[in-house]
Protein backbone atom coordinates (compact mmCIF):
# COMPACT_ATOMS: atom_id res chain seq x y z
CA UNK A 1 0.00 0.00 0.00
CA UNK A 2 1.51 3.39 -0.69
CA UNK A 3 0.00 7.45 -0.93
CA UNK A 4 -0.75 9.19 -3.84
CA UNK A 5 -0.27 12.34 -3.22
CA UNK A 6 1.58 14.15 -6.13
CA UNK A 7 1.48 12.70 -9.83
CA UNK A 8 5.01 14.62 -10.00
CA UNK A 9 6.22 12.12 -7.41
CA UNK A 10 5.78 9.38 -9.72
CA UNK A 11 7.98 8.12 -12.93
CA UNK A 12 7.34 9.00 -16.28
CA UNK A 13 7.06 5.20 -17.10
CA UNK A 14 4.54 4.63 -13.96
CA UNK A 15 2.65 7.26 -15.57
CA UNK A 16 2.35 5.68 -18.88
CA UNK A 17 1.38 2.22 -17.04
CA UNK A 18 -1.35 4.37 -15.25
CA UNK A 19 -2.65 5.61 -18.30
CA UNK A 20 -3.04 2.62 -20.14
CA UNK A 21 -4.47 0.89 -17.16
CA UNK A 22 -6.99 3.31 -17.13
CA UNK A 23 -7.53 3.22 -21.02
CA UNK A 24 -8.02 -0.70 -20.46
CA UNK A 25 -10.72 -0.25 -17.86
CA UNK A 26 -12.27 1.68 -20.43
CA UNK A 27 -11.85 -0.88 -23.29
CA UNK A 28 -14.10 -3.12 -20.50
CA UNK A 29 -10.78 -4.75 -18.91
CA UNK A 30 -12.64 -5.89 -15.75
CA UNK A 31 -10.40 -5.23 -12.50
CA UNK A 32 -10.02 -8.00 -9.52
CA UNK A 33 -12.20 -7.23 -6.51
CA UNK A 34 -10.78 -5.74 -3.62
CA UNK A 35 -12.14 -6.63 -0.01
CA UNK A 36 -10.69 -2.81 1.49
CA UNK A 37 -12.30 0.15 2.82
CA UNK A 38 -11.94 3.67 2.09
CA UNK A 39 -13.62 6.78 3.43
CA UNK A 40 -13.49 9.90 1.20
CA UNK A 41 -13.33 13.49 3.10
CA UNK A 42 -14.51 15.68 0.86
CA UNK A 43 -13.15 19.88 2.95
CA UNK A 44 -14.05 21.59 -0.26
CA UNK A 45 -17.17 21.11 -2.56
CA UNK A 46 -16.91 18.98 -5.43
CA UNK A 47 -19.25 17.16 -7.91
CA UNK A 48 -16.57 15.34 -10.22
CA UNK A 49 -14.31 13.98 -8.41
CA UNK A 50 -16.31 13.00 -5.74
CA UNK A 51 -18.53 11.23 -7.66
CA UNK A 52 -16.00 9.86 -9.57
CA UNK A 53 -13.41 8.17 -6.83
CA UNK A 54 -17.27 6.97 -5.36
CA UNK A 55 -17.94 5.10 -9.29
CA UNK A 56 -14.16 3.70 -9.39
CA UNK A 57 -14.29 2.54 -5.79
CA UNK A 58 -17.83 0.72 -6.48
CA UNK A 59 -16.14 -1.09 -9.73
CA UNK A 60 -12.97 -2.02 -7.36
CA UNK A 61 -15.61 -3.47 -4.68
CA UNK A 62 -14.31 -1.36 -1.90
CA UNK A 63 -16.53 -1.12 1.01
CA UNK A 64 -17.15 3.01 1.43
CA UNK A 65 -17.39 4.39 5.24
CA UNK A 66 -19.23 7.28 4.86
CA UNK A 67 -17.77 10.53 6.64
CA UNK A 68 -19.23 14.23 6.31
CA UNK A 69 -16.21 16.42 7.69
CA UNK A 70 -19.21 19.42 8.82
CA UNK A 71 -20.61 16.60 10.46
CA UNK A 72 -18.23 13.94 11.93
CA UNK A 73 -16.31 14.94 15.15
CA UNK A 74 -13.65 17.90 13.54
CA UNK A 75 -16.29 20.21 14.01
CA UNK A 76 -15.78 19.33 17.53
CA UNK A 77 -12.48 20.57 17.31
CA UNK A 78 -10.71 16.94 16.65
CA UNK A 79 -7.52 17.06 14.00
CA UNK A 80 -7.32 15.57 10.67
CA UNK A 81 -4.85 13.43 11.96
CA UNK A 82 -6.58 12.27 15.15
CA UNK A 83 -9.61 12.02 12.82
CA UNK A 84 -7.26 9.83 9.94
CA UNK A 85 -6.13 7.33 13.14
CA UNK A 86 -9.48 6.70 14.24
CA UNK A 87 -10.25 5.65 10.85
CA UNK A 88 -7.46 3.21 10.40
CA UNK A 89 -8.21 2.36 14.35
CA UNK A 90 -11.84 1.48 13.14
CA UNK A 91 -10.51 -0.68 9.50
CA UNK A 92 -10.52 2.04 6.89
CA UNK A 93 -7.48 1.36 4.54
CA UNK A 94 -7.72 4.20 2.38
CA UNK A 95 -8.74 8.24 2.40
CA UNK A 96 -9.30 10.04 -0.34
CA UNK A 97 -9.20 13.91 0.67
CA UNK A 98 -9.96 16.44 -0.97
CA UNK A 99 -9.47 19.64 1.14
CA UNK A 100 -8.49 23.72 0.76
CA UNK A 101 -5.40 23.86 2.72
CA UNK A 102 -2.64 23.41 0.30
CA UNK A 103 0.06 20.37 0.80
CA UNK A 104 -2.57 19.27 3.90
CA UNK A 105 -0.86 16.15 3.69
CA UNK A 106 2.65 17.00 5.25
CA UNK A 107 1.27 17.89 8.60
CA UNK A 108 -0.63 14.40 8.46
CA UNK A 109 2.88 12.31 7.45
CA UNK A 110 5.23 13.97 9.92
CA UNK A 111 2.76 13.22 12.78
CA UNK A 112 3.82 10.43 15.37
CA UNK A 113 1.83 7.49 16.80
CA UNK A 114 -1.01 5.41 15.89
CA UNK A 115 -1.15 4.36 12.00
CA UNK A 116 -3.03 6.11 9.14
CA UNK A 117 -5.08 4.96 5.95
CA UNK A 118 -3.24 5.36 2.76
CA UNK A 119 -3.79 8.66 1.73
CA UNK A 120 -5.14 9.78 -1.82
CA UNK A 121 -5.09 13.46 -2.78
CA UNK A 122 -8.34 14.52 -4.45
CA UNK A 123 -7.09 18.00 -4.37
CA UNK A 124 -4.92 20.54 -2.01
CA UNK A 125 -5.53 23.91 -1.83
CA UNK A 126 -3.81 25.64 -5.12
CA UNK A 127 -1.22 22.64 -4.75
CA UNK A 128 -1.91 19.41 -6.61
CA UNK A 129 -5.08 17.76 -8.18
CA UNK A 130 -3.06 14.34 -9.35
CA UNK A 131 -6.00 12.74 -10.02
CA UNK A 132 -7.43 15.61 -12.49
CA UNK A 133 -3.63 15.64 -13.77
CA UNK A 134 -4.24 11.24 -14.50
CA UNK A 135 -7.49 12.31 -16.48
CA UNK A 136 -6.18 15.10 -17.94
CA UNK A 137 -3.31 12.99 -19.18
CA UNK A 138 -5.76 10.00 -20.66
CA UNK A 139 -7.85 11.94 -22.40
CA UNK A 140 -4.43 13.81 -24.48
CA UNK A 141 -3.17 10.06 -24.62
CA UNK A 142 -6.61 8.70 -25.98
CA UNK A 143 -6.65 11.69 -28.60
CA UNK A 144 -2.96 11.33 -29.73
CA UNK A 145 -1.10 8.68 -28.55
CA UNK A 146 2.03 10.06 -27.23
CA UNK A 147 3.14 13.76 -25.46
CA UNK A 148 6.15 14.51 -26.85
CA UNK A 149 6.60 17.57 -29.07
CA UNK A 150 2.29 18.37 -28.41
CA UNK A 151 2.00 21.78 -27.90
CA UNK A 152 -0.25 22.26 -25.16
CA UNK A 153 -1.52 25.59 -23.73
CA UNK A 154 -2.77 26.52 -20.47
CA UNK A 155 -5.19 29.63 -20.76
CA UNK A 156 -6.28 30.90 -17.66
CA UNK A 157 -6.62 31.48 -13.55
CA UNK A 158 -2.79 29.78 -13.51
CA UNK A 159 -1.83 31.45 -9.85
CA UNK A 160 -4.99 29.50 -7.71
CA UNK A 161 -5.01 26.37 -9.99
CA UNK A 162 -3.81 22.99 -8.53
CA UNK A 163 -4.64 21.55 -11.68
CA UNK A 164 -2.23 23.79 -13.92
CA UNK A 165 0.06 23.55 -11.58
CA UNK A 166 0.30 19.42 -11.52
CA UNK A 167 -0.18 19.20 -15.75
CA UNK A 168 2.62 21.99 -16.38
CA UNK A 169 5.30 20.39 -14.50
CA UNK A 170 4.13 16.26 -15.78
CA UNK A 171 3.35 17.75 -19.36
CA UNK A 172 7.22 19.33 -19.70
CA UNK A 173 8.16 15.60 -17.71
CA UNK A 174 6.40 13.89 -20.69
CA UNK A 175 7.90 16.00 -23.89
CA UNK A 176 5.27 18.53 -24.25
CA UNK A 177 6.07 22.19 -25.44
CA UNK A 178 3.78 23.86 -22.53
CA UNK A 179 3.04 27.63 -22.79
CA UNK A 180 1.07 29.53 -20.71
CA UNK A 181 -1.03 32.64 -21.29
CA UNK A 182 -3.55 34.43 -18.90
CA UNK A 183 -4.22 37.91 -16.88
CA UNK A 184 -0.41 39.03 -15.94
CA UNK A 185 -1.36 39.24 -11.81
CA UNK A 186 -2.59 35.35 -12.28
CA UNK A 187 0.81 33.54 -13.77
CA UNK A 188 2.86 32.09 -10.99
CA UNK A 189 6.64 33.24 -11.84
CA UNK A 190 7.65 29.06 -11.12
CA UNK A 191 5.59 28.54 -14.03
CA UNK A 192 8.81 30.12 -15.80
CA UNK A 193 10.44 26.28 -15.29
CA UNK A 194 7.84 24.30 -17.32
CA UNK A 195 7.18 27.22 -20.17
CA UNK A 196 7.08 30.36 -21.45
CA UNK A 197 4.59 33.03 -20.87
CA UNK A 198 2.85 33.90 -24.35
CA UNK A 199 0.12 36.06 -25.77
CA UNK A 200 -2.92 34.21 -25.47
CA UNK A 201 -3.25 34.26 -29.83
CA UNK A 202 0.68 33.58 -29.98
CA UNK A 203 0.98 30.92 -32.83
CA UNK A 204 -2.21 30.17 -32.03
CA UNK A 205 -2.83 27.63 -34.75
CA UNK A 206 0.23 25.47 -34.29
CA UNK A 207 -1.72 24.23 -31.08
CA UNK A 208 -2.82 20.90 -30.32
CA UNK A 209 -4.38 21.32 -26.59
CA UNK A 210 -5.79 24.22 -25.34
CA UNK A 211 -6.17 23.70 -21.37
CA UNK A 212 -9.01 26.63 -20.28
CA UNK A 213 -9.11 27.05 -16.30
CA UNK A 214 -11.84 27.84 -14.07
CA UNK A 215 -11.52 31.32 -12.52
CA UNK A 216 -11.33 30.55 -9.31
CA UNK A 217 -13.85 33.16 -7.69
CA UNK A 218 -13.40 31.36 -3.94
CA UNK A 219 -9.71 32.08 -4.28
CA UNK A 220 -9.02 35.38 -5.36
CA UNK A 221 -9.60 38.57 -3.32
CA UNK A 222 -12.54 40.49 -2.90
CA UNK A 223 -10.76 43.38 -4.46
CA UNK A 224 -10.06 40.78 -7.49
CA UNK A 225 -13.58 40.05 -7.43
CA UNK A 226 -15.32 43.74 -7.54
CA UNK A 227 -12.92 44.25 -10.11
CA UNK A 228 -13.71 41.30 -12.24
CA UNK A 229 -15.17 41.73 -15.70
CA UNK A 230 -16.87 38.93 -17.23
CA UNK A 231 -16.70 40.64 -20.81
CA UNK A 232 -13.59 42.01 -20.60
CA UNK A 233 -12.15 38.10 -19.26
CA UNK A 234 -13.68 36.75 -21.79
CA UNK A 235 -12.92 38.85 -25.06
CA UNK A 236 -9.17 39.04 -23.25
CA UNK A 237 -8.60 35.36 -22.43
CA UNK A 238 -11.61 33.06 -23.22
CA UNK A 239 -12.48 30.62 -26.16
CA UNK A 240 -14.57 32.40 -28.49
CA UNK A 241 -15.72 31.82 -32.40
CA UNK A 242 -12.76 33.26 -34.39
CA UNK A 243 -10.09 31.05 -31.55
CA UNK A 244 -12.05 28.20 -32.01
CA UNK A 245 -12.33 28.44 -36.26
CA UNK A 246 -8.76 29.01 -35.78
CA UNK A 247 -7.44 25.76 -34.08
CA UNK A 248 -6.39 23.06 -36.12
CA UNK A 249 -8.56 20.10 -36.85
CA UNK A 250 -7.13 18.01 -34.60
CA UNK A 251 -6.86 20.05 -32.16
CA UNK A 252 -8.31 19.60 -28.71
CA UNK A 253 -10.05 21.73 -26.01
CA UNK A 254 -10.13 20.82 -22.34
CA UNK A 255 -11.64 22.36 -19.06
CA UNK A 256 -11.19 20.80 -15.65
CA UNK A 257 -14.57 21.99 -14.99
CA UNK A 258 -17.09 23.53 -13.50
CA UNK A 259 -17.03 25.58 -16.65
CA UNK A 260 -18.53 29.31 -16.26
CA UNK A 261 -19.85 29.31 -19.17
CA UNK A 262 -19.52 32.54 -21.06
CA UNK A 263 -16.27 33.37 -19.26
CA UNK A 264 -13.45 30.72 -19.92
CA UNK A 265 -15.31 29.42 -22.59
CA UNK A 266 -17.85 30.56 -25.19
CA UNK A 267 -21.42 28.53 -24.21
CA UNK A 268 -21.87 27.08 -27.55
CA UNK A 269 -18.19 25.67 -27.44
CA UNK A 270 -18.28 23.84 -24.61
CA UNK A 271 -19.95 20.74 -26.44
CA UNK A 272 -18.53 21.38 -29.79
CA UNK A 273 -16.57 18.90 -31.38
CA UNK A 274 -13.08 19.80 -30.59
CA UNK A 275 -13.97 19.80 -26.31
CA UNK A 276 -13.29 16.94 -24.54
CA UNK A 277 -14.58 18.30 -21.58
CA UNK A 278 -17.26 15.53 -21.09
CA UNK A 279 -15.04 13.01 -22.40
CA UNK A 280 -12.08 13.92 -19.07
CA UNK A 281 -15.33 13.30 -17.00
CA UNK A 282 -15.76 9.86 -18.25
CA UNK A 283 -11.69 9.10 -18.37
CA UNK A 284 -11.87 10.24 -14.70
CA UNK A 285 -13.32 7.18 -13.55
CA UNK A 286 -11.16 4.87 -15.54
CA UNK A 287 -8.22 7.49 -14.39
CA UNK A 288 -9.50 7.19 -10.76
CA UNK A 289 -9.52 3.19 -11.07
CA UNK A 290 -6.34 3.00 -12.04
CA UNK A 291 -5.05 5.41 -9.08
CA UNK A 292 -6.80 3.28 -6.42
CA UNK A 293 -5.26 0.16 -7.86
CA UNK A 294 -1.77 1.77 -7.83
CA UNK A 295 -2.59 2.70 -4.51
CA UNK A 296 -3.40 -0.70 -3.41
CA UNK A 297 -0.58 -2.23 -5.13
CA UNK A 298 -2.54 -4.97 -6.09
CA UNK A 299 -2.70 -4.79 -10.36
CA UNK A 300 -1.52 -6.77 -13.02
CA UNK A 301 0.79 -3.81 -14.27
CA UNK A 302 4.40 -4.03 -12.71
CA UNK A 303 5.49 -0.41 -11.03
N1 LIG B 1 -12.50 19.21 -11.77
C1 LIG B 1 -12.88 19.09 -10.48
O1 LIG B 1 -12.07 18.87 -9.57
O2 LIG B 1 -14.22 19.19 -10.29
P1 LIG B 1 -14.95 19.09 -8.89
O3 LIG B 1 -14.52 20.26 -8.07
O4 LIG B 1 -16.44 19.10 -9.20
O5 LIG B 1 -14.53 17.81 -8.24
Given at each position: ?35 LTVSNLFFENSTRTHSSFQMAENKLGFQQIRIE ?6 SKGESLVDTLKTLKAIGVDVAVIRHNVTSWYES ?196
Amino acid sequence: MRHFLNINSVNESDVLKLIQRALAFKSGVQPDQTNLTVSNLFFENSTRTHSSFQMAENKLGFQQIRIEPQSSSMSKGESLVDTLKTLKAIGVDVAVIRHNVTSWYESVLSAEGHAIPQLVNAGDGSGQHPSQSLLDLVTIYEQFGHFTGLNIRIVGDLMHSRVARSNAEILKRLGANMTFSGPENWLPKDFSQFGEFVAIDKEWEQLDVVMFLRVQHERITQTENQIFLTKQYHAKFGLNKLRYEQLKAQAIIMHPAPVNRDVEIADEFVEAPKSRIFEQMTNGVFARMAILEYTMETNHATY
